[in-house]
């Protein structure tokens, strides 16, 4: 029986990761390399980091740590910088009707991000007193498709993964939510995350009646 629904916040709660691709895109244009959306798909669900090396890979040049620390901080400002203009109607459509209505059926909701950021968005748009748990960036040592913030989520819900459910807008987070024994419901194209147990366009399209039969 399922009692438990872990939302990610960026690309299912609110349009953030169009905030992280631009500014990635600004950081590889300044470093003269190409980045596409097709790429920025891989950073999904994916560390800062991490990110980082994978938008470096699809150069020719090698940077030392301290370099790279540098480029990640400059990456982060642009990021901020969207996300503090933020506003509670910046929450994509149904989403907050959604999680009240989980709320009133009795099911415990929990956060899972991989962002450092996460705190700050949650705070932006007001919807921070909806989540019984919250796990950001700050809190794991290793992002998606790693279980660990799901996994984590699940214990401070004190819930087992059989009972929880994921909302994922990213390939890795799909992968995360399988590998940590967790059901999914991925928000997208069913091309990209045809691993889900379902899939919808908008996290405002699904029905709260659907969770059983997933
Ligand atoms: C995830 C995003 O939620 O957080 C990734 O999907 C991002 O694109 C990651 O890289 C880390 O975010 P931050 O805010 O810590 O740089
Ligand atoms: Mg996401």
């Not at 909302?167 to 995350?193: C, H, N, T, W, Y």
């Amino acid at each position: 029986m399922i009692t438990t629904c872990i939302f990610d916040l960026d690309g299912v709660i609110v349009d953030t990761a169009k905030f992280h691709y631009l500014a990635w895109q600004r950081l590889a244009k300044e470093l003269g390399i190409t980045f596409t959306e097709t790429d920025n798909e891989r950073l999904k669900g994916v560390s800062r980091m991490e990110s980082l090396d994978i938008l470096l890979s699809l150069g020719t040049r090698t940077y030392d740590a301290r370099a790279k620390e540098e480029m990640a901080a400059r990456k982060n400002a642009w990021f901020v910088d969207y996300i503090n203009a933020m506003k509670p109607e910046d929450i994509f459509p149904g989403v907050r009707e959604l999680l009240v209505e989980l709320r009133k059926k009795g099911y415990r909701l929990g956060l899972a991000s991989s962002s450092k950021n996460a705190g700050t968005v949650l705070d932006r748009v007001g919807i921070a007193s909806l989540f019984d748990a919250v796990v950001d960036g700050n809190m794991i040592k290793n992002s998606k498709p790693d279980p660990e913030v799901f996994l984590l989520a699940a214990s401070k819900l004190k819930a087992k993964p059989s009972e929880c459910v994921v909302f994922e807008d990213a390939e890795a987070g799909v992968e995360a939510a399988i590998r940590a024994g967790m059901k999914s419901v991925g928000i997208g194209s069913p091309k990209q995350l045809g691993k889900a147990n379902q899939v919808v366009a908008r996290t405002g399209d699904f029905k709260a009646e659907w969770l059983d039969k997933l």
